[in-house]
């Protein structure tokens, strides 16, 4: 599946395109298939998205898992500081990104 | 330290007033990312993996209890809690919303700080040597240099677009510690003939193609140093290679036609720029110096120190450094905890170190590029009250120089450039070696770890350095031995095929173990390794 993510203009939050709104947390996120690049340039333009681009990413009963690591990452928030991140409550949350 | 004055203050002011209307334009889509991304850039505000990240200058590392507290306010309010400490010895912030950078330049420009030139490609923030003005083995205080360097450089016209970013570091002793033969321009300041002038070393770096900056001017005097500098700098703007940015750094150009004919060119241009009369007078050097004059120093007080205490005498042994004047040391905090984040510190930690310089340091704080901070004017007197402060706040550590005192650059953790996490690897080194004893039983061991082949972290020039790379999507960690960015300035060589996450932790300790089974009386990791090479190491990694 393809994602589309990007940051927050005004506060840089990592966001995911969850279909026809933006969303702090990959489990929103919706598989964008071949329409990520003209969803992509519609939504910056609007300016509700800063630097978007389309990942690849694989669906799992827990919702879509970006493939590569830098954007897993970026979904979760430093694997260093857990308690900044998305899942600050989880202890293991970093084995996701890993 | 140095203040600002008129001019300076409203140059800065002026700054943040432009780049508080750029924000707004930005915000209200006047200004696409595309027309926006130069202008930030120039103001040090990246787009970094979770958010903006803004990194500020510290002028040659040097700060006042002031400044410091101004740094540990804007954690606490813009970002997170805490801010970063870098190896050019400057502070990000990882967390930064682009609605708050105006009110945040402010703050920092209320302070006499501000983030221009932090990054693009023009003169970056000069470094120099922690120990600067307080040093025994200095010739003279690097800092009125270096100030003069960042008044030169500073919105210079002709350096504003460089072929890529420039680096410089100025020392005055032969101890390097400031790693300045791998800046673009390292100067050494030298004595001759009772005349103070720089010794000119001209690209180096790291980075995908490290190199270590050859010598191309053995002296030059204050009277002609910005001219011969702009000369320098010329040749490379003229010839640099802007077709191809990996290969645009000046070390590049230095390498492909020499050192010597690189000199040459710039003596020809030396010999235009001394003409336009750009070199200021000495009563110039004079006055800025004014600033950095010796704070009131007492004398005759004692050099006993009462070490009864064993964790502070442990201490005492590792993170003072010999002061000019009897009965005072330079202290260095160590920012590297075991397990802890190196180069991190919170916004309370950065308050109580502001406190504590101006209780026991004269009010001056250093950034070290091994991302730690200095008090460089302490009482001997005053040590053990200053220990159990830090010891309280967990800045007691005293592994300064020892293998746990990682640098470690933020990695995939933080950067978007990164292919590879380098603080989760520090974290596991150093809880593997937590054992003070075994620490200091392998003595002074630079371990410097970078997430990507940029080099930010420093790996080349590590006793023992770490290379996070990519290998098919999952993190692979290189080894390379034999490096040094002091003046035994050497560049370490690969191991061999990289590791996991866990097994380079393991190799790491397999080196140490070679090193303690071969090393001979008085010698440190690298110097070991000198000796015997590469072949045992290799032996114990891969059989």
């Known amino acids: ?98 | 330290m140095y203040k600002y004055d008129q001019y300076d203050q409203s140059i800065v002011d002026a700054r943040v007033a432009e780049f508080r209307d750029q924000c707004a334009r930005r915000l209200k889509g006047e200004l696409t990312e595309d027309q926006f991304k130069p202008l930030r850039l120039m103001n040090g505000l990246y787009l970094q993996l979770h958010a903006y990240m803004l990194r500020v200058a510290i002028p040659y590392g040097t700060l006042d209890s002031r400044q410091m507290r101004m740094l540990g306010h804007i954690a606490r309010k813009y970002d997170r809690g805490y801010g970063h400490f870098t190896t050019r010895q400057n502070l990000q912030y990882n967390w930064i919303k682009l609605e708050d950078c105006g009110d945040i330049l402010a703050d920092l420009a209320s302070v006499e700080m501000h983030a221009i030139q932090t990054s693009g490609n023009c003169i970056r923030n000069i470094s120099s040597d922690q120990f600067a003005g307080a040093a025994a083995d200095e010739v003279t205080d690097p800092r009125p240099w270096a100030e003069l360097l960042r008044q030169w450089s500073s919105f210079h016209p002709e350096f504003s677009y460089l072929p890529r970013k420039f680096k410089i570091a100025v020392i005055a002793s032969d101890e390097d510690r400031a790693a300045m033969r791998l800046h673009d321009i390292g100067m050494q300041l030298i004595e001759r003939d009772g005349v103070v002038g720089a010794k000119i070393f001209v690209g180096g770096g790291m980075g995908r193609t490290p190199m270590i900056a050859p010598e191309i001017k053995d002296f030059v005097p204050y009277e002609d140093l910005l001219s011969y500098l702009e000369a320098c700098l010329r040749v490379y703007n003229r010839h640099g290679r802007r077709d191809n940015m990996y290969k645009a750094r000046i070390k590049i150009l230095v390498h492909e036609i020499g050192a010597e004919e690189y000199a040459r060119q710039v003596e020809e241009e030396f010999a235009h720029v001394k003409t336009l009369g750009i070199d200021p007078p000495r009563a110039e050097l004079d006055r800025i110096a004014a600033y950095f004059a010796d704070p009131a120093f007492e004398t005759g007080v004692s050099d006993d120190i009462d070490c009864s205490d064993p964790d502070f005498a442990l201490w005492l042994d590792g993170n003072v450094h010999a002061h000019k004047r009897p009965g005072y040391v330079s202290v260095t905090i160590s920012l590297k905890p075991i397990g802890g984040i190196p180069g991190d510190a919170s916004a309370d930690q950065i308050d109580l170190m502001a406190d504590l310089a101006e209780r026991y340091s004269f009010d001056e704080l250093r950034v070290t590029h091994s991302q730690n901070i200095v008090l460089p004017h302490v009482k001997k007197a005053d040590l053990y009250a200053l220990w159990q402060h830090l010891h309280a706040a967990g800045l007691g550590e005293s592994n300064l120089d020892l293998i746990s005192d990682i640098i470690a650059c933020p990695g995939l953790d933080y950067c978007s450039l990164a292919n590879a996490r380098s603080i989760p690897v520090a974290q596991k080194i150093a809880s593997r070696f937590a054992d003070m004893n075994r620490q200091r039983e392998l003595g002074e061991l630079k371990l410097k770890i970078s997430g990507c082949i940029n080099a930010c972290g420093h790996h080349h020039a590590g006793h023992i350095g770490i290379l996070g790379v990519d290998r098919k999507g999952t993190e692979n960690y290189q080894l390379l031995l034999g490096g040094s960015g002091a003046e035994d300035v050497s560049l370490a060589k690969i191991t061999g095929p990289g590791f996991d996450e866990d097994g380079i932790v393991d190799a790491v300790e397999k080196v140490t173990d070679v090193y303690l089974a071969n090393r001979a009386e008085g010698e440190r990791f690298v110097d070991t390794y000198r000796r015997v090479g590469m072949d045992p190491f290799k032996e114990a990694l891969y059989g």
């Open chain 1, 1 to 98: 599946m393809k994602l589309l993510t990007g940051n927050d203009l005004k506060t840089g939050d990592v966001i995911w395109w969850a279909g026809g709104e933006w969303s702090r947390h990959v489990e929103d996120a919706v598989d964008v298939t071949d329409k990520g690049e003209s969803l992509a340039a519609t939504e910056e333009a609007a300016r509700r998205v800063n630097a978007p681009y389309v990942i690849d990413a694989v669906a799992t009963d827990n919702g879509p898992r970006p493939a590569h690591i830098k954007d897993r990452v970026r979904a979760l928030g430093p694997t260093v500081r857990l308690d900044l991140s998305l899942k600050p409550a989880d202890p293991h949350a970093g084995n996701w990104v890993i």
